[in-house]
């Protein structure tokens, strides 16, 4: 599941619109910079949970750590983020098909929908399995794209003459962005870096079913640190790759069919005579769609259901089956499902572009709330002397890189639809994608606080102890493993 996070349609698609708005160099700073913000946050995240390993995690870290108003805003902005992410994802699905056959995008819709809502429905380790599975499948890929782009650049392909670093020549490794020279190459630098987020989104969904999880304490820190090797050989590894096959002012970066036409190493592929890649590339970007929806579907049940154990939603959305599935909350979800069906539209490109614009600001705002959840446990066990030995996991680089990760987070934040505000180029949908979810938080926030009169948490009244006394009580066997696999897998477990 926390393979599968970070490797979706934005690594297999996106970069090539990277490349042009930003320049190789400019597009591997960004890249670089936002990869060291999610390893803060998977930290940050996989600390709290093993002390707090509860269904919804972070938002119920928020009533816990902040504020119960905090949890309820965080909450609704999560379960309304995802309950857009899945049409948006199914969407994207429907425009992919298009690259192979003018069927009618419907039957791709309910095709979909039916998987989704199976998976939905099955147990956590099922959903675990195929998580498994797709995970599995877009590893070998990208690690087949990223060989494929290092022989296709190192001449290996009989008729193609090496490239190496050619297009950091010329036209340059940086490419200047509504401004000229240094200004212009720094926005270019700064755009990259806000939509590189939607990127890394779902990453935080590894900890929504810690409480359905075997060994919580252990599985999820583990699968949080995993995040930082990850990032570092898929994302990075990648953009540099990309960086070096196509030219930044090449005109087919900027295709406007959403298929993998427009992916930069079906470009690459293309000019190499490699006849395949692009329909192989089409498949991978399904699957990765289809993954996304799925974690989607987790993360936005578990909320749900979350909300509704703490009196914030109906409590018909407390209703599970026997294998502990909220299936009320699936079905609710798999009701919004068919937002989808927008894709019948001419349109249907736009509508979803524009979703994910609005989906990707709540990614944000759910990176900031795990960040801030971690500040305020550590800085509750400094006003109460406990000391961090007590935590289950604990990492001290995570002392300085949470309050660091934060600030970041928020510029990016307030500074992602930055466009929008320079000469010539209003866009009012712009504009309300960008920053509409801030609204939404901060109207729930002290709506909630005026209804039921919560305060914030006093740091001395957190009652840290109890939480220390169960995470004692619950100490999980630990597995013993070869040492050659500890020092194989030192980025790993």
Same mark, same amino acid.
């Given at each position: ?48 949970? =093993? ?12 009533? &816990?750590?902040? %504020? ?11 379960? *309304? ?17 298009? *690259? ?27 959903? @675990? ?41 010329? !036209? ?18 700064? $755009? ?30 583990? =699968?949080?640190?995993?995040? &930082? ?5 898929? *994302? ?18 900027? %295709? ?7 992916? !930069? ?40 259901? @979350? ?5 914030? $939603? !109906? ?11 909220? *299936? ?9 499902? &068919? ?5 019948? +539209? ?32 550590? $800085?509750?066990?400094?006003?109460? %002397? ?18 660091? =990760? ?7 934040? &307030?500074?992602?639809?930055? !466009? #929008? ?5 209003? +866009? ?32 001395? %009244?957190?009652?840290?102890? /109890?939480?220390? /006394?169960?995470? =004692?009580?619950?100490? /999980?066997?630990?597995? #013993? ?7 194989? @897998?030192?980025?790993?477990?």
């Amino acid at each position: 599941i926390a393979i599968a996070g970070a490797i979706g349609t934005g690594l297999f698609l996106g970069l090539g619109g990277s490349i042009a708005t930003a320049g190789p160099l400019g597009s591997l700073l960004g890249y670089a910079t936002i990869g060291l913000i999610v390893c803060c946050v998977q930290f940050a995240l996989g600390e709290v949970t =093993a002390l707090l390993p509860v269904t919804s995690s972070f938002v119920r870290h928020a009533e &816990f750590l902040i %504020d119960p108003a905090a949890g309820f805003a965080v909450g609704y902005n999560l379960v *309304y983020g995802n309950f857009l992410s899945i049409p948006t994802e199914i969407s994207a699905i429907c425009v992919l098909f298009q *690259y192979w056959t003018d069927l009618n995008s419907s039957v791709w819709i309910i095709t979909i929908i039916v998987l989704t809502f199976a998976v939905g429905m099955s147990s956590i380790r099922v959903y @675990g399995e195929v998580e498994f599975g797709l995970a599995l499948l877009k590893i070998v890929f990208i690690i087949f794209l990223i060989l494929l782009g290092l022989v296709i650049d190192l001449g290996g392909v009989p008729g193609t003459p090496p490239i190496g670093f050619r297009y950091w020549k010329s !036209p340059g490794p940086f490419v200047e962005y509504i401004a000229t020279g240094s200004w212009g190459r720094f926005l270019g630098f700064w $755009a990259v870096m806000s939509s590189a987020v939607f990127s890394f989104a779902g990453v935080e969904s590894i900890a929504m079913a810690a409480a359905e999880t075997k060994n919580p304490r252990r599985a999820i820190p583990r =699968a949080c640190k995993r995040v &930082f090797a990850r990032v570092s050989i898929f *994302y990075v590894l990648a953009v540099l790759v990309v960086g070096m096959l196509v030219s930044s002012n090449d005109e087919r970066l900027g %295709d406007e069919s959403g298929t993998a036409a427009q992916s !930069p190493f079906v470009i690459a592929a293309s000019a190499a005579g490699l006849k395949g890649i692009p329909s192989l590339v089409n498949a991978i970007v399904i699957t990765s769609a289809w993954s996304s929806a799925n974690q989607a579907l987790l993360s936005g049940t578990r909320v749900l259901y @979350g909300l509704a154990l703490k009196k914030q $939603a !109906p409590s018909i959305f407390l209703r599970t089956t026997s294998w502990g599935v909220p *299936y009320v909350c699936v079905m609710l979800q798999t009701a919004f499902m &068919f937002l989808a069906f927008m894709t019948l +539209s001419s349109s249907a490109l736009t509508v979803f572009w524009w979703l994910v614009d609005l989906v990707a600001c709540g990614v944000l705002i759910s990176w900031i709330t795990i960040l801030t959840n971690h500040w305020r446990l550590l $800085a509750a066990m400094r006003v109460q %002397d406990v000391p961090v030995s007590l935590l289950p996991w604990h990492s001290k680089w995570t002392e300085w890189s949470t309050p660091a =990760a934060l600030v970041m987070c928020i510029i990016i934040l &307030f500074t992602s639809g930055f !466009p #929008v505000f320079t000469k010539g180029n209003w +866009s009012t949908s712009t504009f309300v994608s960008s920053y509409l979810d801030i609204a939404l938080v901060t109207t729930a926030y002290p709506l909630w606080k005026f209804i039921k009169r919560t305060k914030i948490v006093s740091l001395a %009244d957190l009652p840290l102890m /109890e939480a220390f /006394e169960r995470a =004692a009580q619950d100490q /999980e066997p630990e597995k #013993v493993v070869p040492g050659w696999r500890k020092w194989v @897998g030192f980025l790993w477990d």
